[in-house]
T-cell receptor
Framework: SQQGEEDPQALSIQEGENATMNCSYK?????LQWYRQNSGRGLVHLIL?????REKHSGRLRVTLDTSKKSSSLLITASRAADTASYFC????????????FGQGTRLTINP | GAGVSQSPSNKVTEKGKDVELRCDPI?????LYWYRQSLGQGLEFLIY????????KSGLPSDRFSAERTGGSVSTLTIQRTQQEDSAVYLC???????????????FGAGTRLSVL
C-alpha cells in the first residue's frame, strides 16, 4: 500500500499566487523527496529533505518536514503557468532499500 | 546518453502475449529501479537493482513479471502472458548511490506506456 497521502488531490490557482501541497506518511523515514510529473510521463526530482531537517529552500520552492506529525508540505511561491503539473511526495524508509514510496499526488493547475 | 532512456515509448499488445521493456540508465549509476504507474494503484515500486543483483523484488505483482540487468547497465523488464490489468506506464529510474543512509536522488526515464488489449 502507498506510504503517503497527499492533500489536496487537485489544486487550481491563479498565476502569481502561492501553492501549498501537503503530504502525510505512516512509518519512520530516512528522507522525503518531492517530484514533479508533466503529462503523465517521467518524474523530475525537485527537492530532498532529510529526517533531521525541518525546512529547506530551493529557488521558489520551500519544503517543511514535521517528523512528529509525519507530514511534509511543499510551497511554490509566485506560481507560473509552467508550474502546472502533478506533484508527488516520496519517502525513503529507514528499513529496506532506497526505493521510493510515493503518495497519490496533487494535480496543480496554474491559470494565466 | 544524458538521461535515462526507455524503449519502446509505447507498446500495444494482445492479452496473453509476452512483452519486454528496456531501460538504459545514466552512465555510472549503480542503482536501477522499476516502477509502475496506473490509474487505480498510483506509483508502485516493482524491483531494485544494485549492480546486476536484485536485493529487493518485493514489488513484482506476480511470477509473470521478471527483470534482469546485465553489465551493471541495461535492464529489461519482462511481462509474460500479459493481462489487461498490466496496462500502465512503466517507469525506470537510476541513481548513483544506493543502500545505507544518505541521499538517493532518482532520475527517471519518460516511461513505456503499455496497453494490453
Amino acid at each position: 500500500s502507498q506510504q503517503g497521502e497527499e492533500d489536496p488531490q487537485a489544486l487550481s490557482i491563479q498565476e502569481g499566487e502561492n501553492a501549498t501541497m501537503n503530504c502525510s506518511y505512516k512509518t519512520s523515514i530516512n528522507n522525503l523527496q518531492w517530484y514533479r510529473q508533466n503529462s503523465g510521463r517521467g518524474l523530475v526530482h525537485l527537492i530532498l529533505i532529510r529526517s533531521n531537517e525541518r525546512e529547506k529552500h530551493s529557488g521558489r520552492l520551500r519544503v517543511t518536514l514535521d517528523t512528529s506529525k509525519k507530514s511534509s508540505s511543499l510551497l511554490i511561491t509566485a506560481s507560473r503557468a509552467a508550474d502546472t503539473a502533478s506533484y508527488f511526495c516520496a519517502t525513503v524508509l529507514i528499513q529496506g532499500a532506497q526505493k521510493l514510496v510515493f503518495g497519490q499526488g496533487t494535480r496543480l493547475t496554474i491559470n494565466p | 546518453g544524458a538521461g535515462v532512456s526507455q524503449s519502446p515509448s509505447n507498446k500495444v499488445t494482445e492479452k496473453g502475449k509476452d512483452v519486454e521493456l528496456r531501460c538504459d540508465p545514466i552512465s555510472g549509476h549503480t542503482a536501477l529501479y522499476w516502477y509502475r504507474q496506473s490509474l487505480g494503484q498510483g506509483l508502485e515500486f516493482l524491483i531494485y537493482f544494485q549492480g546486476n543483483s536484485a536485493p529487493d523484488k518485493s514489488g513484482l505483482p506476480s511470477d509473470r513479471f521478471s527483470a534482469e540487468r546485465t553489465g551493471g547497465s541495461v535492464s529489461t523488464l519482462t511481462i509474460q502472458r500479459t493481462q489487461q490489468e498490466d496496462s500502465a506506464v512503466y517507469l525506470c529510474a537510476s541513481s548513483r548511490l544506493a543502500g545505507g543512509y544518505g541521499k538517493n536522488i532518482q532520475y527517471f526515464g519518460a516511461g513505456t506506456r503499455l496497453s494490453v488489449l
